[in-house]
């Protein structure tokens, strides 16, 4: 057999970074799984409802879609055309998330980069960061933060836990209430998620004034993902990390408009780079990250689409905040019916108060995907196993309030059934 040299090199080279990847995505897993379950059980797939992946089931706001129609007219209309948009998203949008969203918290409409969806953003935001950093993730934790630092040759192997070399993995369990404390040690980079996905816990202004004192003592940039804050029901919750002083320094924020707004299909999302969040180059200048994240951006991207702004911005105008309002009323009303069903089975639960998400331990020592199995094949509920977020999950599932009332309370009375 001819080697590979004696072709002089005739072959693409891969990046092995993808191959130090677990065998599969928690969620393409999850769907495995259930359509196994489908083929071998016809008679009971009707009955199947989901309550795994996070997506939203419920119509568009009406704003959105009256603004969206009024786009798509605009696109009609040779005089009114829209071609290439500003990378960096439409100025009406950008300003209508700064005077809003982030009203009184000192930021500014061009520090607010419009995109199709936070996923991508946290993942791409590795573009402006070089190689070496120290990199601080939670356990459980949302699988993209690790596994796009996985692609990018930030890690080394997985353990036969799942756990890489060269992440920092903070513990979150019951015991703090799965909000982790700041590490001893020095890391460069750190990940947060609130409230969280997928454990629903929210952070208080002092844990978080407790990260911000940490970034700044340690020259550390905190990713702050807070693509769940409209479900923030208590006031005295933060639901940006700007609202602790000093944040402006060390901190870029990620916020989407998929369960905000019911967007999941659609695709709309921002990232918040204050102007004052800078990092070292190779000979120690310090660099803005904003002009960094610009210049990614425009290299990489040419925008979301202008219908999809519009309809974005509409969920500002009073009529949309209305009915963005109900939407989050009912799901936060079917996270309630689930917190419940839980507790009243005499389960573990976090979650489900100020977030749609509803954290629930296994009963009788079950593994997650124990659980899961359980659940599909005895009630046809599909939950999301806790160990797919990491070691720290092994032991509790995830159950999305993404769904309509009428599943949702079919969803509680099955778990009184099968565990009550």
């Known amino acids: 057999m001819r080697s590979r040299a004696y072709f002089g090199r005739a072959m693409a080279l891969i990046n092995d970074n993808f191959l130090k990847l677990k065998a599969g995505y928690l969620f393409p897993e999850i769907a495995r799984r259930v359509t196994a379950f489908q083929q071998e059980n016809p008679e009971k797939a009707a009955r199947l409802i989901r309550c795994g992946i996070g997506d939203v089931t419920e119509a568009l706001p009406a704003a959105s879609i009256q603004a969206m129609h009024e786009g798509v007219d605009e696109l009609a209309n040779r005089a009114s055309f829209k071609g290439y948009g500003p990378e960096q998203g439409y100025a009406f949008l950008r300003e209508a998330i700064a005077e809003n969203a982030y009203a009184g918290l000192a930021i500014s409409a061009d520090e607010i980069f419009i995109s199709d969806g936070s996923k991508c953003d946290t993942g791409n935001i590795l573009d402006i960061f070089g190689k070496g950093n120290k990199i601080a993730i939670t356990d459980p934790v949302y699988p993209v933060y690790v596994d796009t630092n996985v692609m990018a040759g930030n890690t080394g192997d997985a353990d036969a836990f799942g756990a890489y070399e060269g992440l920092v993995y903070l513990k979150c369990d019951a015991a703090n209430g799965f909000v982790a404390p700041p590490p001893a040690e020095k890391v460069d980079l ?205 032991g509790w599932f995830r159950i999305s309030a993404f769904n309509s009332r009428a599943n949702v309370e079919e969803v509680c009375r099955r778990i009184g059934t099968l565990l009550g």
């Open 190 to 394: 750190v990940y947060l998620c609130f409230p969280n996905n997928p454990t629903g816990a929210v952070a208080t202004r002092a844990q978080l004034e407790a990260w911000v004192a940490y970034a700044l003592a340690n020259d550390t940039v905190i990713l702050f993902d807070s693509a769940y804050e409209a479900f923030v029901q208590d006031a005295s919750v933060p639901r940006s990390i700007y609202e602790i002083e000093g944040a402006h320094r060390c901190a870029i924020e990620f916020r989407s408009f998929s369960k905000h707004g019911g967007f999941t299909g659609v695709r709309c999302a921002y990232t918040v780079i204050p102007k004052t969040v800078t990092g070292a180059a190779g000979n120690g200048e310090r660099v803005a990250l904003h002009q960094l994240w610009s210049r990614r951006h425009s290299t990489k991207f040419n925008g979301a689409s202008y219908p999809v702004q519009k309809a974005a911005a509409a969920l500002f105008s009073e009529e949309g905040k209305a009915q963005v309002a109900e939407l989050i009323k009912h799901y936060m009303g079917n996270a309630s019916l689930l917190r419940e069903a839980c507790l009243a089975a005499g389960l573990p639960v976090f979650g489900g108060v100020n977030a749609p998400y509803v954290w629930v331990g296994c009963p009788d020592g079950k593994s997650s995907w124990e659980m899961f199995d359980l659940m599909l094949h005895e009630v046809q509920v599909v939950i999301t196993p806790g160990s797919g977020f990491g070691a720290a999950g092994e």
